[in-house]
């Protein structure tokens, strides 16, 4: 096995293809996300993430499930969970009655997916509720970094009691640009002081709980040309050096449109991949590019390893740590069993 394996990757169906298992057994590949599309019911999720495991127990099997519009399994049995916007105005009527409404989402949220073999949810969202971004919306919890970081840290510690790491989302913050990473390159042009008393306060006190971060596709023009995901500055200097951060670092997706396009040129997705991890990402994330027979998933495979022999980016045995921490260390409870589980049942009662 490699001695850094930083590549996440997704799959076109309900079960694994040949191609598939092929990509899984790379020794570059340390995880896949799951969509929508990879969901038929409880019985066929919790098969396909079995099958992964019997492949490389060690693969991080990874999804967006936060809540709202970002939920990918919501029928069979999966509770519909709140926009964690609503938690934030629960706060406004009750602030300690949020925060355990916050751990009561975070403990289902976790617990369902886990009972399915599902190891990681990227959540919480650490964005500001400017009211300005599309693309963020309901999906943050309010406006006030105070209050994102106790619902986040009340979240994540419902997280937690279910086995499960997290990841605080976009860093330093997505939620004052307009623009939509997906398809164009937002740009920021706060000063970094700015940001930092405000967007990235979140991340500041959540250091010591955050087990791992996503870096906003921005650019913010007065730190970096290069959007956070793909900047040393941000990453090192700020994340890593400034604020202490000791967890895995993934970038957003590679294939979204924001995240290639560099000082007017658009990189290929070896030449992102080498970028991001160069700059101090620890996971590089490509998605939706099963789709097409995943030509492009196998050329960024390949082409990593060859970028590598290259010096475009270094192999890290930190980084391959890191992701290994975010790897479940208990034994989840059944779904038939967590039905019936009185901290389950309590959590149901206590959600927003």
């Known amino acids: 096995m490699s001695e850094h394996a930083p590549v996440i990757l997704d799959i076109a169906g309900t079960t694994l293809t040949a191609d598939d298992r092929r990509r899984l057994q790379h020794p570059l590949t340390g995880g896949l996300i799951l969509f929508a599309r990879n969901w038929e019911s409880r019985r066929q999720l919790t098969a396909l993430t079995a099958s992964i495991k019997a492949i490389r127990d060690?693969?991080?099997?990874?999804?967006?499930?936060?809540?709202?519009?970002?939920?990918?399994?919501?029928?069979?049995?999966?509770?519909?969970?709140?926009?964690?916007?609503?938690?934030?105005?629960?706060?406004?009527?009750?602030?300690?009655?949020?925060?355990?409404?916050?751990?009561a989402a975070g403990y289902?949220?976790?617990?369902?997916?886990?009972?399915?073999?599902?190891?990681?949810?990227?959540?919480?969202?650490?964005?500001?509720?400017?009211?300005?971004?599309?693309?963020?919306?309901?999906?943050?919890?309010?406006?006030?970094?105070?209050?994102?970081?106790?619902?986040?840290?009340?979240?994540?510690?419902?997280?937690?009691?279910?086995?499960?790491?997290?990841?605080?989302?976009?860093?330093?913050?997505?939620?004052?640009?307009?623009?939509?990473?997906?398809?164009?390159?937002?740009?920021?042009?706060?000063?970094?002081?700015?940001?930092?008393?405000?967007?990235?306060?979140?991340?500041?006190w959540l250091s010591t709980t955050l087990a791992s971060v996503m870096p906003?596709?921005?650019?913010?023009?007065?730190?970096?040309?290069?959007?956070?995901?793909f900047s040393e500055r941000w990453l090192k200097e700020i994340l890593r050096g400034q604020i202490g951060f000791t967890g895995a670092v993934f970038s957003d997706d590679l294939s979204m449109a924001g995240a290639r396009r560099l000082r007017g040129r658009e990189l290929t997705y070896v030449e992102a991949a080498a970028l991001a991890l160069d700059a101090g990402c620890d996971l590089v994330l490509l998605c939706n590019q099963s789709l097409d027979g995943g030509a492009a998933v196998d050329a960024l495979l390949d082409g990593l390893g060859e970028a590598a022999g290259r010096g475009l980016w270094q192999p890290d045995p930190d980084g391959e740590a890191?992701?290994?921490?975010?790897?479940?260390?208990?034994?989840?409870?059944?779904?038939?069993?967590?039905?019936h589980d009185p901290v389950y049942q309590h959590a149901l009662e206590r959600l927003p």
């Not at 890191?322 to 039905?339: E, F, I, K, Q, V």
Request: aromatic residues 6%; negative net charge.
């Open 58 to 103: 060690d693969l991080l099997i990874c999804v967006d499930h936060e809540g709202g519009r970002v939920q990918r399994f919501r029928t069979d049995g999966f509770t519909a969970l709140p926009a964690m916007r609503v938690l934030g105005e629960a706060w406004m009527l009750d602030a300690l009655t949020a925060t355990d409404a916050a751990s």
């Open 108 to 204: 289902v949220l976790g617990a369902e997916l886990r009972a399915c073999g599902v190891d990681l949810s990227f959540t919480p969202v650490l964005d500001l509720d400017f009211g300005a971004s599309s693309v963020i919306g309901d999906r943050a919890l309010h406006r006030d970094p105070r209050v994102v970081t106790m619902l986040a840290k009340s979240l994540m510690h419902g997280l937690l009691r279910a086995g499960m790491a997290n990841c605080g989302k976009h860093f330093p913050g997505h939620g004052h640009v307009k623009a939509d990473s997906h398809h164009e390159v937002p740009v920021d042009r706060r000063a970094l002081r700015a940001i930092l008393a405000d967007d990235a306060r979140p991340y500041e």
């Open 216 to 229: 906003a596709h921005v650019v913010y023009t007065r730190v970096d040309d290069r959007p956070a995901g």
């Open 322 to 339: 890191r992701r290994l921490a975010l790897l479940p260390a208990s034994t989840p409870l059944a779904w038939d069993a967590l039905m």
